[in-house]
């Protein structure tokens, strides 16, 4: 049974900075997605092992950064600069097998999920 276990949301206010973990029980490809009230899930970033590659979505490229330590099934994401338009659950997803770039951004592609962390950002 595979396990992925978030922490590290909150409420903060605007411009402040906030980091997030991720365990997962094996060693598996990692992302985070986040999901705001009456939207859809989408993704944030991840990580290919494989080819030591970051990629981001639009909206968080230059305040996000993820990293990670393969060897200890963990993933982490530094939010620097938080809007109140990053209020969201975080939630982290993992597979077994690496993703196609085209396929990283669809939730279904990924089958294991954390339980997700509130991120308010707020004044």
């Known amino acids: 049974q595979v396990q992925v276990t978030e922490s590290g949301g909150g409420l903060v206010r605007p411009g402040d900075s906030l980091r997030l973990s991720c365990r997962a029980s094996?060693?598996?490809?990692m992302a985070w997605f986040r999901q705001a009230p009456g939207k859809e899930r989408e993704f944030v970033s991840t990580?290919?092992?494989?080819?030591?590659?970051?990629h981001y979505s639009d909206s968080v490229k230059g305040r996000f950064t993820i990293s990670g330590d393969n060897a200890k099934n963990t993933i982490f994401l530094q939010m620097n600069s938080l809007e109140p338009e990053d209020t969201a659950v975080y939630y982290c997803?993992?597979?077994?097998?690496?993703?196609?770039?085209?396929?990283?951004?669809?939730?279904?592609?990924?089958?294991?999920w954390g339980q997700g962390t509130q991120v308010t950002v707020s004044s």
């Open positions: 997803a993992a597979r077994v097998n690496r993703l196609v770039l085209s396929g990283i951004r669809a939730p279904e592609n990924w089958p294991y």
């Open positions: 990580i290919d092992w494989s080819q030591n590659r970051r």
């Open positions: 094996g060693r598996m490809y």
